[in-house]
């Protein structure tokens, strides 16, 4: 715990504890209830390589395999983005209106999509990605937690068009964060096209709407994250495609159809 913390980690205490969980493969309480147990000279060396990746500030996400999101584990590696839990905020609103489609703009991990899928299972639900490597992280994530998703590969709305229906919801976590804000060393190793968006962090934003303006068939709904501070450019945008803004949930956005 001392290296983590001298290291800048955040919480190096609950990294430590983390880490030798994983070690010993046992769950937080069982390693609490057991402070007398020693570590074997394997156990011992696995620890000391995931401490040292730890210190080079390696997300701890990368260095398990897997994060967290909507009470479930989903696998992620350095081809995408670590789920955050403010993108939980997405499915609450998205469960509030439970649409009949939804396709899932970016999907990285999967996390989003899938956890549609597994919260509301009627709803059918495509996933999109511009990165062919997401896309198979995303389907060995829909595969090992069963959920039956139609994966695109496509550049925002370019190849899929014709999936948009009158009641399908969109949901776009794009990258938004501005080209300069830097917010911690573990940031750096996380794909930056999935992260930076320009000087202002609205670049994929400005094209997605661009495209949701253009389309034959518009969505009922359109959900989206951002920062809080891009929340009136991004409602001017919507209006423009002809989407007004229903509802606000610190960074999450939802928006119909006029």
């Known amino acids: 715990m001392k290296r983590l913390g001298e290291s800048g980690v955040d919480a190096p205490r609950r990294d430590s504890l983390v880490l030798l969980e994983d070690t010993l493969d046992k769950d937080r309480a069982w390693v609490l209830a057991h402070p007398e147990k020693e570590l074997n000279k394997e156990q011992t060396d696995q620890l000391e390589t995931l401490v040292a990746r730890r210190v080079r500030r390696e997300p701890l996400a990368y260095i398990r395999g897997k994060a967290w999101f909507f009470g479930r584990f989903f696998n992620v590696n350095p081809d995408v983005l670590i789920p955050r839990p403010e993108s939980e905020d997405l499915i609450e609103l998205v469960k509030s209106i439970d ?3 939804v396709v899932d703009i970016g999907t990285g991990s ?5 956890t549609i899928k597994l919260e509301l299972p009627k709803t059918e639900v495509t996933a999109t990605d511009i990165d062919q490597k997401a896309l198979k992280v995303a389907q060995k994530n829909a595969s090992y937690h069963n959920a039956n998703i139609n994966f695109v ?3 925002l709305l370019s190849s899929i068009s014709e999936l948009i229906h ?6 776009a976590n794009l990258p938004y964060v501005p080209s300069g804000l830097i917010t911690s060393p573990e940031i750096r190793q996380e ?5 930076f968006s320009g000087t202002d ?8 709407w661009g495209q949701v303006g253009e389309l034959e068939t ?3 709904y359109v959900l989206i994250e951002s920062l809080e501070s891009q929340q009136k450019d991004l409602e001017s945008l ?7 803004l229903v509802r606000v949930h610190v960074l999450v956005s939802l928006f119909k159809r006029d």
């Open 99 to 101: 649409p009949k489609y």
């Open 110 to 114: 999967g996390c989003l999509a899938i």
């Open 153 to 155: 590969q496509s550049d």
């Open 166 to 171: 009158t009641d399908t919801a969109i949901v």
């Open 191 to 195: 794909p930056s096209g999935a992260l």
């Open 201 to 208: 962090g609205l670049s994929h934003y400005d094209k997605f």
């Open 218 to 220: 518009k969505p009922q």
């Open 238 to 244: 919507a209006r423009r495609a002809g989407f007004t």
